[in-house]
């Protein structure tokens, strides 16, 4: 019997702000690795230093990934061994890694994601909404495509999760109330893990109002909307009806 395939790629969470949310697992990858693939190398430098790893480190973001994916399939190819990581989170959530897993697979090379950090994880269960059905939508589109997915979104029954930044956000929590209605329950977290981590419920109104008068907002942002609660025939109807 022939031994299994050693794994080339890891994908490997880094915390979303408390440098103690990193497991054991992960510290142990980073050191065994023979390079580390880093959406900023600065920040993931920092990191490293942190965890007193010092590692060959690579540039791999979203402005670069298509032209590296080739060049890193060679190396790993070769039997090198690399770890994914982002800025924060998990690598291929609203964040490169996608792209690279997917081309490792087509040739065969091993690859293996370590769980971890999650920034909508604990925003979705500080929402105190349903958590056994939920949609995961990430960043909406920022112009083109964005009314139209809304209103798609507006039929949706699941726990919605949105990330969004904060130059962003009023604007998000407006367009939503628009078009899910003013009273949808929502929450809105920043800041998670950090010394200054918040999080806000209220209906999407109040909350486009709170944050609309703050003078300056920080961090990164998820924003959890509660499901539509209407029945399905209702849904049925409406369907018919567009």
Do not use: W
């Amino acid at each position: 019997m022939s031994e299994p395939a050693a794994t080339l790629l890891y994908l490997v969470p880094t915390p979303i702000g408390n440098l103690e949310d990193i497991t054991l697992r992960a510290i142990r990858v980073l050191g065994e690795v023979d390079t580390v693939l880093a959406e900023d190398t600065r920040t993931s430098g920092r990191l490293l230093q942190h965890l007193g790893l010092k590692k060959p480190m690579l540039s791999y973001h979203l402005h670069n990934e298509h032209q590296q994916v080739q060049r890193l399939l060679e190396r790993l190819s070769t039997g090198e061994t690399m770890a994914l990581v982002s800025d924060a989170g998990t690598p291929g959530i609203s964040d490169p890694g996608f792209l690279l897993v997917r081309e490792c697979l087509a040739k065969g090379l091993k690859v293996e994601c370590l769980p971890g950090a999650t920034a909508f994880v604990p925003a979705l269960l500080k929402s105190g909404f349903g958590a056994e059905r939920f949609s995961f939508e990430g960043f909406l589109p920022v112009k083109k495509g964005r009314q139209t997915r809304l209103r798609e979104l507006a039929l949706e029954t699941r726990t919605l999760i949105f990330y969004e930044s904060p130059h962003r956000i009023v604007k998000t929590l407006e367009q939503l109330a628009e078009v899910l209605g003013p009273e949808r329950p929502a929450s809105v977290s920043r800041e998670l893990t950090k010394l200054f981590e918040e999080t806000v419920n209220g209906t999407l109104a109040e909350l486009a109002t709170n944050f609309a008068a703050r003078a300056s907002i920080k961090g990164e942002i998820v924003l959890v909307v509660q499901g539509r609660k209407d029945s399905k025939e209702d849904l049925k109807e409406e369907r018919r009806a567009d």
